[in-house]
């Protein structure tokens, strides 16, 4: 077979992504002629676990074996890595070439791979038996005990026999295959259907293993288990030829042989170095996990809903019962500033993240120029607030809910017109105006009730400014993959926006969560006058677009919570968690996260490098196309590249989203950023998804969430996500999924 062939489709498979890696050890991880690892594959484990990449272990050996594994590499990461107990938890053993399942359940004093599976079935084993009491006598009284040496894999506690294992005394290869084909004809005459037989190299010489476990099935059987998408686990061994022990795991595309191989031109590749020349053992084996496209997955398209969903009900648990604690130091700052009680949820309106006043509060205070704004009316309706049953929410349905309020539904769609944006501009214009007078004139600027309503001017000054950037966002990389540098004194475009953006949030936060915090009018004034200038600059921008018919991803209704005191506390908790001290450059994720950055570097001013907001086109954003993407297979390239990324090439980033539900576009956006030599180091998340929503996370073509990784990768997670129950069948309609909710709150838009 021609090796110019096989070199061609090595390199192309390279291309692929995994999200979790096979070994096998002996040969592949071990020192030449030693059941000893090597330490330079110790170290390469280290580095896997920490960047929270599941490990799985593929042997022949039994629980003794395993005994050997342990000792090899449990000292070592621990004591001289640091490897931590949960990335400890993220190895997995297959046992017997496949048919036990070795895990660490809860992991207790040094010990583990204290739990397991089987893997074969009951049926299997009991052949496994009958082989053994009916035949292997017949193997004895042909002297094969003069060949070699046989032994019997059992569970140490029930004593079932799982494997059967004849190790040759010499490599004579004639006797081997003679061996091979008398069990075989055995096998055959005793119609043992559950029976395979194996070659292998135990230091260095033949064996022969007689089991009930196929490494295929079982790899596919532990990619289910632990979550990743199937055939996204690479898989490496040393016995690739069609006898040999790795067969039937490496007979696949993602299948790599650091010695024997099939010589197949599209599976069980030979590692070649970056000259073409083949590679062997341990040293072939640290080649190609350098050379691998191996990154985390955080969404699981294959779970089991049944295991999910009571595992994802515990998490959910103990994020609620450990939330009281974390925001604790929250809370009381805002009480002490506000003089109220309830912390967050006495200023920030929980349902929907206004500013809020209570009625009583309203009624007691003075008539003055602040209460006067958010009094206006046109025919009887409140322009600027609304209201619920207890409070005033300084948001109104003229400015920050107006696009929500006019939308217009047209077969299904949603549809922003032109002249809804126009009438925002020209509602904002009059709301921002109308502000500064009712600020120039208001005095006890510090009162407590005062400074909620002039956190309302500041939270629709926010608005404003989210809306056009993203405006700016989608309106100028439509089509195109962005990853876009808003800090960049290069760019004009959005330094104006980002610089604004930046002290009014800055004012936000500190009149929060600053104590004692004064209030300067004059810096409130030039705020809110600088964000008037911006919104008026973008007026004329509508125009030459003649032929846009709806502007509803540049100008999108807010409909979900937000919830700048969420926000921030979200990110204040990630910071004190994450940082130490490091330098980060924060990325957040258009469209819901692009809030995020900002306030990171708000928080942390000197560690902050960079404020990145990452986009995508229709073809990878879009709903309905995302869910189809084969994520082993995406790379950001085939859907026009990522423009700006090259920039930040061989660099880490922390990425920041509103929500999480599926874990895919956090995955699409993982994956786009490693495409060009970019690493997420953690996620922050602001808002999780409640037990609610795990039918939308098994619907067809979807993902869950990776509950395993939340606070060990993935972040933030303080708040609830805003939606409600959906409690009958999703039904699918003309073609079309039914997302409404029970209540009719929320549907797909």
């Not at 009571?310 to 974390?326: D, P, Q």
């Not at 929980?350 to 809020?356: E, H, N, V």
């Not at 993959?481 to 009014?504: G, H, P, R």
């Not at 819901?592 to 902050?608: A, C, F, R, T, Y």
Request: charged content about 30%; proline content about 1%.
């Amino acid at each position: 077979m021609s090796n110019e062939k096989i070199l061609k489709n090595y390199r192309l498979s390279l291309e692929q992504k995994y999200n979790a890696v096979c070994f096998d050890i002996d040969g592949t991880l071990t020192e030449k002629n030693s059941r000893k690892i090597d330490s330079r594959a110790i170290n390469m484990i280290a580095n896997l676990l920490k960047r929270k990449i599941p490990i799985v272990f593929i042997t022949g050996r039994g629980e003794t074996g395993l005994k050997d594994l342990k000792k090899d590499i449990f000292s070592n990461l621990k004591n001289e890595f640091n490897i931590s107990d949960n990335e400890l938890k993220r190895m997995y053993v297959l046992t017997n070439d496949g048919a036990r399942l070795f895990y660490t359940s809860k992991y207790d004093n040094d010990d583990i791979f204290n739990n397991n599976i089987y893997i074969s079935t009951t049926d299997e084993l009991n052949e496994l038996k009958r082989f053994k009491e009916s035949i292997v006598d017949k193997l004895n009284s042909k002297s094969l005990n003069n060949i070699c040496d046989i032994t019997y894999s059992e569970d140490l506690k029930t004593n079932t026999i799982i494997n059967i294992r004849m190790v040759f005394k010499d490599n004579n290869e004639k006797l081997v295959e003679d061996v091979f084909e008398i069990i075989q004809e055995i096998i055959l005459n005793y119609k043992l259907k559950k029976i395979y037989v194996t070659r292998g190299i135990y230091k260095d010489k033949n064996v022969v293993q007689i089991g009930t476990a196929q490494k295929d099935k079982a790899i596919e059987k532990a990619e289910q288990i632990i979550g990743v998408p199937k055939d996204s686990m690479i898989r490496i061994g040393d016995c690739g030829d069609i006898r040999g022990n790795d067969y039937s795991m490496l007979n696949c595309e993602q299948g790599y042989s650091v010695d024997k191989t099939s010589e197949s031109i599209n599976s069980c590749f030979p590692i070649f170095d970056d000259n073409g020349i083949i590679l062997k053992g341990i040293d072939a084996t640290l080649f190609l996990i350098q050379k691998a496209k191996i990154l985390p997955t955080v969404c699981l398209e294959k779970a089991n809903k049944k295991d999910y969903l009571h595992n994802f009900a515990s998490i959910e648990k103990n994020i609620v019962l450990g939330r009281n604690k974390l925001l604790n130091k929250y809370n009381e700052i805002i009480n002490t500033n506000f003089n109220d009680i309830n912390g967050l949820d006495s200023l920030f309106d929980k349902y929907s993240g206004s500013i809020k006043i209570p009625m009583y509060e309203w009624e007691l205070l003075k008539d003055n120029s602040l209460k006067e704004l958010w009094s206006s009316s046109n025919n009887g309706n409140l322009k600027y607030a609304i209201r619920d049953d207890n409070n005033y929410l300084l948001r109104g349905s003229d400015t920050y809910y107006y696009f929500l309020s006019n939308r217009i539904c047209i077969n299904g769609k949603d549809i922003t017109s032109k002249e809804d944006v126009r009438n925002w501009h020209n509602n904002y214009l009059g709301f921002l105006k109308d502000s500064l007078t009712a600020l120039k004139n208001t005095d006890n600027i510090n009162d407590n009730i005062n400074k909620k309503l002039i956190l309302g001017i500041l939270d629709n000054c926010r608005n404003v400014l989210l809306t056009i950037l993203n405006h700016k966002l989608v309106s100028n990389y439509f089509n195109e993959n962005i990853l876009l540098d808003i800090s960049s004194s290069e760019n004009e475009t959005f330094k104006c926006i980002y610089k604004n953006l930046m002290n009014v949030e800055k004012l936000i936060s500190n009149i929060c969560f600053k104590d004692s915090f004064r209030i300067n009018i004059s810096n409130i004034m030039e705020n809110v006058n600088i964000t008037k200038s911006i919104l008026k600059d973008n007026l004329d921008l509508e125009n030459k677009n003649e032929e846009k018919d709806d502007y509803s991803k540049d100008y999108r209704a807010y409909r979900e919570i937000d919830n700048f005191g969420e926000n921030y506390v979200a990110v204040s908790i990630y910071d004190e968690k994450n940082n130490k001290n490091e330098f980060i450059n924060s990325c957040g994720l258009s469209y819901g996260g692009i809030e995020l950055p900002i306030i990171s570097k708000i928080i942390n001013q000197n560690k902050v490098e960079r404020l990145l907001l990452l986009k995508f086109n229709k073809e990878v954003s879009g709903y309905t196309n995302k869910q189809l993407l084969d994520l082993r297979k995406f790379n950001v390239n085939d859907f026009g590249g990522l423009i700006g990324a090259k920039d930040i090439s061989r660099s880490s980033i922390d990425l920041f989203d509103d929500n999480v539900l599926t874990g895919k576009t956090l995955q699409l956006a993982i994956n786009s950023l490693y495409d060009f030599d970019i690493n997420v180091k953690n996620v922050c998340i602001v808002r999780y998804p409640s037990i609610n929503r795990i039918d939308q996370m098994f619907l067809e073509n979807t993902a869950a969430v990776d509950y395993n990784l939340f606070f060990d990768y993935i972040y933030g997670l303080c708040f609830y996500s805003p939606y409600s129950w959906k409690d009958n069948e999703w039904e699918n309609i003309n073609g079309k999924i039914d997302y409404t909710d029970s209540l009719g709150i929320f549907d797909l838009n």
